[in-house]
């Protein structure tokens, strides 16, 4: 008898649970009131694209919608979830990139060169470069590989947030939020953080921290969106 493990293995399978994720999501897309916090962050963006688009583990599921049309990559990471996140990113029009998150700066890490090298040439073909900032397995903490890659390509990196007011947060290590439809959709950016050309050991921690900062209120200004509630935060 095929165990669970075995059926999600399986190519087949993990094509169709990708297909049905991405239905589900474009279902979910099209049933949120959607706010765009700020309004003009298209219209900002534009000119300056190809740009690094920074979101949190966790939090990306609905990540793909943002793009209007613009050609963007994903960078999704090799193993078995990654293939059913592959199917469903490239479902919804994405183009897809295989490698490792950021470990700490180290690029030599389960594909972490490749994946880099590819994220690289992505830009400079004039994709927009989607990934998640923060070190795998220790949530809402940038690393500094975003960090680099701003550096070395010399595209901004734009903080942003897709979040819903109806949603199921899981109890894993990223705290996912499963988004659900029927309810409210805040999409929320703020100012670009650019990384020197030049920056030193200094100034990329300085980078670093500014993206964290950034996505952390990005989110936090989402939730108090879909949520109704006050807003206090101060933008970083």
Known sequence: MLSSRRIAASPAAQRLIGLLAAEYLRLVWHTNRLVIDPAD???????TQPVIIAMWHGQHLMVPFISRGHPAKVL???????????????????????????????????????GFTAMMAALAEGYNMALTADIPKIARKAGLGIIKLAQLSRRPIYPVAVVTSRRKVLKNWDRTAINLPLGR??????????????????????????????????????YEIVDCKKHHAARG
């Open 76 to 114: 999704i990471s090799r193993h078995r979830d990654g293939e059913i996140n592959a199917y469903a990113a490239q479902r919804l029009g994405i183009g897809v990139l295989r490698g490792s998150g950021d470990h700490g700066g180290r690029f030599d890490l389960k594909g972490g060169v490749g």
């Open 41 to 47: 962050i298209y219209e900002t963006v534009e000119p």
């Open 185 to 222: 959709m805040a999409v929320v950016s703020t100012e670009p953080v650019v990384v020197p050309a030049d920056a030193d050991d200094a100034a990329m921690e300085q980078c670093r921290l500014l993206v964290q900062q950034r996505l952390n209120w990005v989110h936090e200004r989402g």
